[in-house]
């Protein structure tokens, strides 16, 4: 089992940052995959970004040279940067681990408004 527990949500106002920061424990064994999406109210879960274990990452389009996701392998903390924040990257984001099978955290909200 995988636990993961998220941390760094919260209001920011357009333009503004936040980081997301999404730490796993338990059977967190190497050669796994780690990253975010995100669900915003009334819409589908859409992926957001991904970065496996020793590998590059990879982005949804829209979120391209304004999202970072970074590892952590020594703390198995995967980490999201979100800059130039608009509001309709209004949302909860939810961090996920894949080995074998895929392990969900609690989701955390980011609200982008002024």
């Known amino acids: 089992q995988v636990q993961l527990v998220e941390s760094g949500g919260g209001l920011v106002q357009p333009g503004g940052s936040l980081r997301l920061s999404c730490a796993a424990s338990?059977?967190?064994?190497?050669?796994?995959?780690m990253g975010w999406y995100r669900q915003a109210p009334g819409k589908e879960r859409e992926f957001v970004a991904t970065?496996?274990?020793?590998?590059?990452?990879n982005y949804a389009d829209s979120m391209k040279g304004r999202f970072t996701i970074s590892r952590d392998s020594a703390r198995n903390t995967v980490y999201l940067q979100m800059n130039s924040l608009k509001p309709e990257d209004t949302a909860v984001y939810y961090c996920?681990?894949?080995?074998?099978?895929?392990?969900w955290g609690q989701g955390t909200q980011v609200t982008v408004s002024s």
């Open positions: 970065m496996a274990s020793g590998r590059s990452a």
């Open positions: 996920y681990f894949a080995y074998q099978k895929i392990y």
């Open positions: 338990g059977s967190t064994f190497s050669g796994n995959v």
